[in-house]
């Protein structure tokens, strides 16, 4: 792992540009696949909406990038509060629907997201628009600069979201979790507050996801409305990995990361055709092993990368 970590934080001193922008990519998608794992996976909060928060962050860079002079970099703690904050009101008018209308309102206020940011004339409307050189030159002077603090910048958050979400779940709140998502009748019959739990927990993972896409869209250096809010690019994608790698793990979305940069680099020239072997792929997996690959592995070896199973130890005593 300690040799994984030193081969990945030395990457701009050995790798192209190409190289660390695929590498961010695959960072990027990871932490998404992450907090939408630990929303559906462990909360039993099933969103198809977490593109809002995408496109949020996104945006919201982009428009205090250009109206105060400090580094995007540095704006992304800030992004991530204002997405936690942004995540209060919704969060309480969402969590009065349930199954399928729950992840029916979290698609709905992304598109409410959506359509108000094509309203923003400053940031371009529906056509979007681009960060400004001065501020582009702020990241780095030069390029190969920009790419490397970009591809820096990726994989901490990235790191701080693993790290966040693996203390997190072995807290007591993610045991109270994993009961929530077990049966809610018998967790909130033992006293746990399944209102409350919810509730940390999408706040949480919004202000994680705005950061993640603050971060997409400043190494993009552009944005729209159909590009930030694209249920697609930043729910589906998202959803596929967790699927195929292991709802409800936190092996899982590691391994439906590289079954999926793997797919789309070999099959992506395939057109719409790809977009089918995907699904088939997913629907193939949930058949044969509905707990996903990393489910069967851990099932048939007891292998564990996050020690997160809880035993029960009794005392000879």
């Known amino acids: 792992m300690a040799c994984t970590l030193i081969i990945l934080a030395t990457a701009p001193l050995w790798a192209g540009r190409s190289d660390l922008r695929f590498l961010s990519e695959v960072f990027l998608y990871l932490g998404l696949a992450y907090l939408w794992n630990v ?8 969103s198809v909406g977490q593109q809002a928060y995408v496109g949020f962050g996104g945006y919201l860079l982009f428009a205090l990038a250009m109206n105060i002079s400090i580094t995007p970099i540095a704006l992304l703690p800030v992004v991530g509060l204002a997405g936690m904050l942004i995540a209060v009101p919704i969060a309480s008018l969402i969590f009065r629907l349930h199954g399928a209308y729950f992840a029916i309102g979290t698609w709905v206020i992304a598109e409410v997201f959506r359509l108000s940011a094509a309203q923003i004339s400053s ?30 910048a990726a994989l901490v958050v990235l790191l701080l979201i693993i790290g966040l979400m693996f203390l997190f779940l072995r807290s007591r709140t993610g045991l109270a979790m ?12 033992l006293g746990i507050n399944i209102w409350r739990t919810k509730f940390m927990v999408y706040v949480i993972t919004a202000g994680l996801t705005s950061m993640l896409g ?15 809010f694209s249920v697609n690019d930043w729910t589906a994608f998202v959803i596929f990995i967790v699927v195929i790698g292991g709802i409800g793990t936190l092996e899982g979305p590691i391994i439906g990361t590289l079954l999926y940069f793997l797919l789309r680099e070999t099959l992506a020239d395939l057109g ?40 029960v130890i009794f005392n000879k005593d």
């Open 39 to 46: 929303l559906a996976g462990y909360a039993g909060l099933v």
């Open 123 to 152: 940031l371009g409307g529906g056509s979007g628009t681009s960060l400004p050189v001065s501020v582009v030159k702020s990241i780095a002077a030069s390029r190969s600069d920009r790419e490397s603090f970009s591809y820096w």
């Open 178 to 189: 994993t009961a929530i998502r077990d049966n809610e009748l018998a967790a909130e019959s």
């Open 214 to 228: 603050a971060l997409i869209f400043m190494q993009k250096l552009r944005i729209s409305p159909d590009a930030a």
């Open 272 to 311: 719409t055709a790809y977009l089918m072997i995907l699904g088939a792929t997913a629907i193939l997996i949930m058949l044969l092993a509905p707990k996903g690959i990393w489910g069967l592995v851990n099932a048939r070896f007891g292998i564990e990368l996050f020690p997160m199973t809880r035993r």
